[in-house]
């Protein structure tokens, strides 16, 4: 069988690019994806499938028997809100854009679906196929298990593939990480200070909240650089600070918004404790309160080991030695990014894979979540057909 799943899913080429260049002039955000949704729904469809939305913009599709076990291949399908700086003729129209590669999991995985249904006589088992939003809000993974996305049939076993561009790896060449902690868990947090307003002429008469922020930013990074061990990577952004409407007078409120990235619940715990500390002390200090809100989040996605190992070696079948990689043997065991694929790894064993989409060395020079990244078309075959080889190849070996 080597190699024969590859050159099927080259022969889908030209549609595969269709899907993507369609997902990525038309990107949206969030679960409101109701082009996309249509799009999917359709493609699905026309392709035999009797998909269902078991949630806004969260499509589930079955492949195979129904019997046997279950294995769920997952892509995600929002953008970000940013605005694309590239002349492609597929540019996105919608004041969002694809820079997460988002549109090319969505295409690798309807690639894959047309494989699947196309080989769905040798499925010993059955093959879950779930396309979600919101996962850049880290909502969606979430939203889609509440409505039972690893129910009827129970999901055994969940594989994801997140494209990388503008690293040092050839494209088409794949990651297959050890077991264990992947990805940072994540925590979105909001602080909301509250002062008392007055001239800026008088601040003796006020509280300035604009002040009380500035010095819970600064205070904030003291528990990387004193309250975390050197070994337990922590990494805590601000990246919104507002208050305020014209320069001559001190506002009532200001807020404050960020990031705390963690690996392990009790880091995690910890530093969310200490959020809240130091913004309601600090503001205690300058005579205001403070209050934090944790708005979203979502656990470290954890690699089952078991899995992963036999995941790597369906992977060898279909690409060359050089291509397969065990991202430790690169220096690469963690990344401080999050993904909402976590909840699902929390509930069934579950992997997360990653393929290279562009190199530097192939003029693919700039990383994800930039305004001017680009992803290499030539790598959809390949995640389209590791995604439906895996499934096969897991379900014929644990039935």
């Given at each position: ?336 990014g999050s993904e909402d694929f976590s909840h699902v790894s929390l ?53």
């Amino acid at each position: 069988m080597k190699h024969k799943m590859i050159s099927k899913a080259l022969s889908h080429k030209e549609t595969l690019v269709r899907h993507r260049r369609f997902i990525h002039e038309n990107a949206e955000i969030h679960n409101d994806l109701p082009i996309t949704t249509q799009y999917v729904l359709s493609e699905l469809k026309a392709m035999g499938y009797e998909p269902e939305e078991i949630c806004q913009s969260g499509i589930v599709a079955l492949a195979g028997k129904r019997k046997g076990k279950t294995f769920l291949l997952r892509a995600d399908m929002d953008a970000l809100p940013m605005v694309e700086e590239n002349t492609l003729h597929f540019k996105s129209n919608t004041g969002h854009m694809h820079a997460c590669g988002h549109d090319m999991h969505t295409a690798m995985l309807l690639g894959a679906a047309q494989l699947l249904k196309e080989h769905e006589d040798e499925l010993d088992g059955q093959v879950k196929l779930m396309f979600q939003p919101a996962e850049e809000t880290l909502h969606g993974a979430k939203a889609m298990i509440d409505a039972g996305v690893l129910k009827n049939p129970t999901v055994d076993a969940a594989m994801m593939i997140h494209v990388m561009s503008g690293m040092p790896l050839p494209s088409g060449s794949v990651l297959v990480p050890q077991g264990g902690v992947l990805s940072a868990a994540a925590d979105w947090f909001n602080i909301s200070v509250q002062g008392k307003g007055g001239h800026g002429a008088m601040p003796n008469t006020t509280v300035d909240p604009l002040n009380v922020i500035s010095h819970i930013h600064i205070g904030l990074q003291e528990i990387l650089s004193r309250e975390v061990a050197p070994g337990d990577n922590v990494a805590l952004t601000i990246g919104q600070m507002h208050g305020g409407s014209t320069s001559n007078v001190i506002p009532d409120m200001a807020y404050l918004a960020g990031t705390a990235r963690t690996f392990g619940e009790e880091t995690r715990s910890y530093v969310k404790q200490r959020i809240e500390e130091i913004a309601s002390g600090v503001a205690a200090t300058y005579r205001a309160s403070a209050e934090v809100v944790f708005e979203r989040g979502c656990p470290s996605v954890v690699v089952d080991q078991k899995l992963r190992d036999q995941v790597y070696t369906f992977a060898s079948d279909l690409v060359a030695a050089d291509r397969l990689i065990d991202p430790a043997a690169i220096g690469f065991t963690k990344m401080s990014g999050s993904e909402d694929f976590s909840h699902v790894s929390l509930e069934v064993p579950s992997i997360m894979v990653s393929l290279a989409a562009g190199s530097p060395e192939e003029n693919y020079t700039f990383p994800m979540h930039h305004p001017k990244v680009m992803f290499d078309e030539e790598a959809l075959h390949v995640g389209a057909a590791l995604y439906a080889h895996v499934a096969m190849s897991w379900l014929k070996h644990n039935k």
